[in-house]
Nanobody, 124 residues
Framework: QVQLVESGGGLVQAGGSLRLSCAAS????????SGWFRQAPGKEREFVAA????????LYADSVKGRFTISRDNAKNTVSLQMNNLKTEETAVYYC?????????????????WGQGTQVTVSS
């Protein structure tokens, strides 16, 4: 069982930046592909970014390419999401997820473990 805890959410103005972190409860977190998803009020959960076991492969939603960067530190069992130039429409609860496997995936159903989420609010 892998427990994931997100942190770093908060209130930021449009155009600002936030860095989200996801801490895993097990040392073997390095054996899991990690991803970030988000869900805005009244909307379905959507994929944001994912990273492979060793961080050599990343996958991004088209809407965040060039602005968001996912990274991982396997020594610290953490995965981070640097979000720059945030937009108001990106207000959502952001979730960290993990899955066994080698490749990052953009589908939530491919992930086995989820965090509780962290709120990101982007004001105009």
């Amino acid at each position: 069982q892998v427990q994931l805890v997100e942190s770093g959410g908060g209130l930021v103005q449009a155009g600002g930046s936030l860095r989200l972190s996801c801490a895993a409860s097990v040392r073997t977190a390095r054996n899991y592909v990690s991803g970030w998803f988000r869900q805005a009020p009244g909307k379905e959960r959507e994929f944001v970014a994912a990273i492979s076991l060793f961080g050599d492969t990343t996958l991004y939603a088209d809407s965040v390419k060039g602005r968001f960067t996912i990274s991982r530190d396997n020594a610290k069992n953490t995965v981070s999401l640097q979000m720059n130039n945030l937009k108001t429409e990106e207000t959502a609860v952001y979730y960290c997820a993990a899955r066994r496997g080698l490749s990052p995936k953009a589908t939530g159903g491919d992930y086995d473990y989820w965090g509780q989420g962290t709120q990101v609010t982007v004001s105009s």
